[in-house]
């Protein structure tokens, strides 16, 4: 399966960013970078911080200090719909999808950001071809699929607008083994055609063997970084998984 998309020419850069709810900051000082074209980790146990970080770069959450680029793009706290325009995706947290609709108008929906029918056209149908089970249910309601099927529905709908970057946040969780697999398959393929990713994700072994960078956030900071071949030997990651040096 080949999954066709433009290469990554754009760095996302986190610099020393604060943010988090109410008033209390749940990230404090955060810098990180996704360099073009590479899968960057973010490691951290439940309640690290990670996903507050994803709503921040997303503009989920508000920036109190600090700054967010997208190349030549300062995109701190921008609305989430013109940072998807400028060519950052994601693909949420449980595989999320819209129910009652088909896996065609899900499709669609991920597609509204791209005015040209004729492009929309031919990457949808570039998608069926990379994911035929979609293909063969285009008309079943996405609440109906298969726990695998709805992960493969949210990456493609991630992709219909061709992005450099995709956000891809715990993409393995409630799967079942072989579809955790096809999933890490999937991120491993984009890698090779040149998308930068950004994943966040609990599966530690595997996202380190695909990821080519990471960090790893405890309680809201950054205590280690590095290549992941780095990391894979850092005390700060085992303490911040199995609390051990």
């Known amino acids: 399966m080949t999954v066709r998309v433009s290469k990554a020419t754009r760095r996302l850069s986190v610099s020393g960013i604060a943010a988090g709810y109410d008033r209390a900051d749940v990230l404090r000082d955060v810098s990180i970078e996704v360099k073009p074209g590479r899968v960057t980790c973010i490691l951290g146990a439940n309640g690290a911080g990670k996903s507050t970080l994803i709503r921040a770069i997303l503009g989920l959450n508000k920036?109190?200090?600090?700054?967010?680029?997208?190349?030549e793009a300062r995109i701190t706290n921008l609305p989430t719909h013109k940072i998807a325009a400028l060519g950052i995706a994601t693909v949420p947290e449980g595989n999320r999808v819209l129910p009652r609709m088909s896996v065609l108008e899900n499709l669609k929906v991920g597609g509204l950001l791209e005015r040209d029918g004729r492009k929309l056209a031919a990457r949808m149908d570039q998608l069926f071809e990379t994911f035929p089970r979609l293909k063969e249910r285009r008309a079943q309601l996405a609440g109906t699929l298969s726990g695998g099927e709805r992960s493969m529905l949210s990456i493609a709908r991630g992709?219909?607008?061709?992005?450099?970057?995709v956000v891809f946040d715990e993409p393995?969780?409630?799967?079942?083994p072989?579809?955790?697999?096809?999933v890490f398959g999937i991120i491993r393929r984009l890698k090779e055609e040149g998308l930068s990713i950004l994943l966040v994700e609990q599966n530690v072994r595997?996202?380190?063997d695909v990821a080519d960078d990471g960090y790893v956030?405890?309680?809201?900071?950054?205590?280690?970084?590095?290549?992941?071949?780095?990391?894979?030997?850092?005390?700060?990651?085992?303490?911040?998984?199995?609390?051990?040096?």
């Open 63 to 71: 920036v109190r200090r600090g700054e967010v680029a997208f190349g």
């Open 159 to 165: 992709l219909m607008t061709d992005p450099e970057l």
């Open 172 to 176: 393995s969780l409630g799967l079942s």
């Open 178 to 182: 072989l579809f955790v697999s096809e």
């Open 206 to 208: 595997q996202t380190l």
């Open 217 to 245: 956030l405890v309680q809201g900071r950054v205590v280690a970084s590095g290549t992941t071949e780095a990391l894979k030997q850092d005390a700060e990651l085992h303490k911040a998984y199995f609390g051990v040096h």
